[in-house]
């Protein structure tokens, strides 16, 4: 990729993921996560992962801290973040493949983190690229959000499921298949490729859609029904969602 991609180790590299927040997402100083946040994941089994040019410059990070579920320890990831000027380059996967070798030699299994549904682009990244599953809708989940990605809109997200030995991500991983060929598919769920030219157009449009695709997701999940595959068709993307054991 031409890129390092390493552990962040000084305090001007973790310094860097708070100006990363700032020009990636457009967050206000009340939104990013603060330094003494970064500061403090080398110190408790978390990390903060970033993408640096041959130059040095750090253009992209993926930090993530220990989490408990029941007796399950896995890892959440806080965010993934990539300049609009590096982005398609590879960098967002590599951090994230980055991420999974440091949780494999924890002896983790589980990465997860939320996304959200609207973005087609981070939805192929999680679903098809990573092998990552989604069983889970939260809506307005952060309340509202000071960011250039979310006014106008509740902060409704998925959850991203990463089995990070599962055969499905191993298979993806190793580019052998994007989904398991023999499963049927039970439903699809369509969004825009992308979201944000239609924000730009008609806002009141995309609240509509927002909750028309919030009750497609919910229904879906209160079937037992789980996302395993994502497409985009020029203007049109969708969700497919199966039974899985």
Known sequence: MGYTIR????????????RLQKKIWG????????LRLFV????????AIGAFTPQGKMVGFVASMPAWRGRRRYFHSLSLGVLPEHENRG???????????????A????????FDPLRAKNAFLNLMRLGAICRRYLSDYYGEVDSHFQLGLPSDRLVAEWWIKSDRVCRILQAKTRRAAHKPIA??????????VLKKRDLAKVQRLQKKVRNQFEKAFSRGLAVTGFEIDGAKARYLLESIE
């Open 27 to 34: 967050y206000s100083d009340l939104e990013v996560y603060p």
């Open 107 to 114: 002896g983790v299994e589980l990465i997860e983190w939320t």
């Open 40 to 47: 403090n994941l080398g110190h408790i089994g978390g990390h």
């Open 91 to 105: 960098v967002g996967r590599g951090l994230k493949l980055a991420q999974r070798e440091l949780a494999l030699a």
């Open 7 to 18: 552990i962040c180790t000084t305090r001007d590299e973790l310094a860097a993921c708070l």
């Open 187 to 196: 439903t699809m769920i369509e969004i825009p490729g992308d979201i944000e």
